[in-house]
């Protein structure tokens, strides 16, 4: 059965018990948002920390599980790709991608290790590290952290209030105000696009080809 507007909650009518439920979803995502401005410092030290490592020839290896391996694949396709300017790709990998790899460490080892083992063989002193954990106890996102740490490279968690443990273990992080995963992982897509935004300009404003160009 076909749901409508009205049936939901219009101006026209008294809101439902889903329209107000919809309403108080947006509602509760609108003050998260807002309180999203005190973590602004947070998301200016990871940007600044992704430029420096990127200008050194670093890369970026980025992982998660279920919706933060999407936001961790978001990441590199903003890196790679573009996020609004044309510009030179950078060098970042998504650790959830190869699922030869993902599947050989699980099946052999441990799943906890998928991504400890893969940052063990690949990140280098001048390397970032960016663990998404809504939790942050995720033994995966912990133990991949851990290994950065270990090889020398740049540890990032991005979190929650429920994962201060994480947000402590690391180098930097983004601890997102709120414990509902779903408000987190909003925040979480926020905070990339924020950081997309200084690393884009920092990377149009260096490349060979505008700099010529303008």
Do not use: K
């Amino acid at each position: 059965m076909r749901t409508t507007l009205t049936e939901v909650g219009s101006p026209d009518t008294a809101p439902s018990a889903a329209g107000r439920l919809l309403d108080g979803q947006l509602d509760r995502h609108a003050e998260v948002a807002a309180a999203m401005r005190d973590r602004l410092p947070q998301v200016q030290a990871v940007a600044e920390e992704l430029i420096r490592r990127l200008e050194a020839g670093g890369v970026v290896y980025t992982y998660g599980n279920g919706g933060s391996a999407a936001d961790a694949q978001h990441l590199v396709g903003e890196l790679i790709g573009r996020y609004l300017r044309e510009r030179r790709p950078l060098p970042a990998v998504a650790l959830i991608g190869d699922a030869a790899v993902v599947s050989c460490i699980a099946n052999d080892y441990s799943y906890d290790d998928v991504f400890a083992r893969q940052i063990r063989a690949l990140a280098r002193p001048q390397d970032i590290v960016v663990g998404f954990s809504t939790s942050g106890t995720s033994p995966t996102v912990v133990n991949g952290l851990a290994a950065a740490r270990a090889n020398g490279a740049c540890s990032v968690a991005f979190t929650s209030t429920r994962g201060q443990d994480l947000a402590a273990a690391a180098d930097l992080a983004v601890v997102v105000p709120a414990e509902e995963t779903a408000r987190i992982q909003e925040m979480h897509l926020l905070a990339l696009h924020l950081i997309s935004e200084l690393v884009d300009r920092w990377a149009y404003e260096t490349d060979d080809e505008t700099v010529e160009n303008a």
